[in-house]
T-cell receptor, first 113, second 119 residues
Framework: DTGVSQDPRHKITKRGQNVTFRCDPI?????LYWYRQTLGQGPEFLTY????????KSRLLSDRFSAERPKGSFSTLEIQRTEQGDSAMYLC???????????FGSGTRLTVV | AQSVTQPDIHITVSEGASLELRCNYS??????LFWYVQSPGQGLQLLLK??????LVQGIKGFEAEFKRSQSSFNLRKPSVHWSDAAEYFC?????????????????FGQGTELSVKP
């Protein structure tokens, strides 16, 4: 097992375009989390899944953001009509239910120009 | 509301010197507390965690942290810093896990402390 994988590592997009990020968690982990980290700040919780169920969404997650985990394995985070304020590092993490032993991926850095 | 404060944005220490990074939390119940380290452009690595029991917890890379309920603090320490310890350090508090998973699971992070190490 190679840990939590995120793809792509970097994404540059023009304002108004849609982008999609992928996260592959550790295979035996049934919880998957998305966080956003802006420069000089700690990660902020966006949403999390237990298996395929999305259990909580932050108020930070506007209607332009959507996350899915269709088969309880990998997850995608889509941002529609990107804005410059969406520029950030998007981090994915996974864990087993009942444990706070998160494993983070290396993140996807989004730059909106 | 849950929150984490890391009062020091940036700290510089000499290699071989001791280190203490401060963390204060606000949480209504018994907190789950964590320290993570992040190297530039990388994800976060768990250094140590406190759930219950002994208030002095040992982590990886020679780090330890002490939970002080009376001070709502969870400071990270290392007796002798190495140049490779230069990184960003984040303290986090976790919501109490609900076995029915309707609450909890997420972490609230502080804004981080950047550590520089002088030769």
């Amino acid at each position: 097992d190679t840990g939590v994988s995120q793809d792509p590592r970097h994404k540059i997009t023009k304002r108004g375009q849609n982008v999609t990020f992928r996260c592959d968690p550790i295979s035996e982990h049934n919880r998957l989390y998305w966080y956003r980290q802006t420069l000089g700040q700690g990660p902020e919780f966006l949403t999390y899944f237990q298996n395929e169920a999305q259990l909580e969404k932050s108020r930070l997650l506007s209607d332009r953001f959507s996350a899915e985990r269709p088969k309880g394995s990998f997850s995608t985070l889509e941002i529609q009509r990107t804005e410059q304020g969406d520029s950030a590092m998007y981090l994915c993490a996974s864990s087993s239910a009942g444990h706070y032993g998160y494993t983070f991926g290396s993140g996807t850095r989004l730059t909106v120009v | 509301a849950q929150s984490v404060t890391q009062p020091d944005i940036h700290i510089t220490v000499s290699e071989g010197a001791s280190l203490e990074l401060r963390c204060n939390y606000s949480y209504g119940a018994t907190p789950y507390l964590f320290w993570y380290v992040q190297s530039p452009g990388q994800g976060l690595q768990l250094l140590l965690k406190y759930f219950s029991g002994d208030t002095l917890v040992q982590g990886i890379k020679g780090f330890e942290a002490e939970f002080k309920r009376s001070q709502s603090s969870f400071n990270l320490r290392k007796p002798s810093v190495h140049w490779s310890d230069a990184a960003e350090y984040f303290c986090a508090v976790g919501a109490l896990l609900d076995p029915n998973y309707n609450q909890g699971g997420k972490l609230i992070f502080g804004q981080g402390t950047e550590l520089s190490v002088k030769p």
